[in-house]
């Protein structure tokens, strides 16, 4: 069954450093996600990407996160400058052709800041 | 983006139905409904998509009245390893949003 897979598994880093999540999404899907769940709480929607670009974004999603797909293949979120509050699981997800259709999860990258 | 609503928790026993009913009053006509499961400290994973009526897959049942303002998820014979937080989620597009969800306990 294709997966999607998410490195690294666990970060640990000082608050302040730059880090970046990687993804890679299901071949031939098209849409790409980043949730964050911070420990204990509801699985959070940060962005979707479309077509080289962001389609939606939440408020969460502000200036320090960014996300982009360089090589046509991997999916990254970078956190420019991370806080104490970033600490969290960040879910990349991929979707086929359909908007409409299954939403297929990656393990997760469990982001811890000191 | 309908707004959905759902038990916070639910319990039961191995081998149990288990029924997780979800209200959606403004869901549109072009809405799905989606329900997923998720284990502690893994991703979501995709149970069963429905429009109306009824669906079933191997793993549940997903029963939408006539009206499709609510749900119902259906988890036969249930064991310990379905202990899970189960999420009911309505419409979708390009910002999917989740719910509290519903986390249920299974008890031996």
């Known amino acids: 069954e294709p997966e999607v897979t998410q490195t690294p598994s666990h970060q640990v880093t000082q608050m302040g450093q730059e880090v970046i999540l990687r993804c890679v999404p299901i071949?031939?899907?098209?849409?790409f996600y980043w949730y964050r769940q911070i420990l204990g709480q509801k699985v959070e929607f940060l962005v979707s990407?479309?077509?080289?670009?962001?389609?939606?974004k939440s408020e969460i999603f502000d200036d320090q996160f960014s996300v982009e797909r360089p090589d046509g293949s991997n999916f990254t979120l970078k956190i420019r400058s991370t806080k104490l509050e970033d600490s969290a699981m960040y879910f990349c997800?991929?979707?086929?052709?359909?908007?409409?259709?299954?939403?297929?999860f990656g393990e997760g990258s469990r982001l811890t800041v000191l | 983006l309908a707004k959905t609503t759902q038990p916070i928790s639910m319990d039961s026993y191995e081998g149990q139905e288990v029924n997780i009913t979800c209200s959606h009053n403004?869901?549109?006509?072009?809405?799905?409904i989606t329900w997923y499961q998720q284990f502690p400290s893994q991703g979501p994973r995709f149970i069963i998509q429905?429009?109306?009526t009824k669906v079933t897959n191997e793993v549940a049942s997903l029963f939408i009245p006539a009206d499709r303002k609510s749900s119902t998820l259906s988890l036969p014979r249930v064991s310990l390893s379905d202990t899970a937080v189960y999420y009911c989620?309505?419409?979708?597009?390009?910002?999917?949003?989740f719910g509290a969800g519903t986390r249920l306990f299974v008890k031996a």
């Open positions: 997800a991929t979707q086929g052709v359909n908007l409409s259709g299954e939403l297929f």
């Open positions: 071949s031939n899907h098209l849409y």
């Open positions: 990407f479309y077509n080289n670009e962001i389609s939606e």
């Open positions: 403004n869901i549109a006509t072009n809405d799905y």
């Open positions: 429905g429009y109306k």
């Open positions: 989620l309505v419409g979708g597009g390009f910002k999917t949003i």
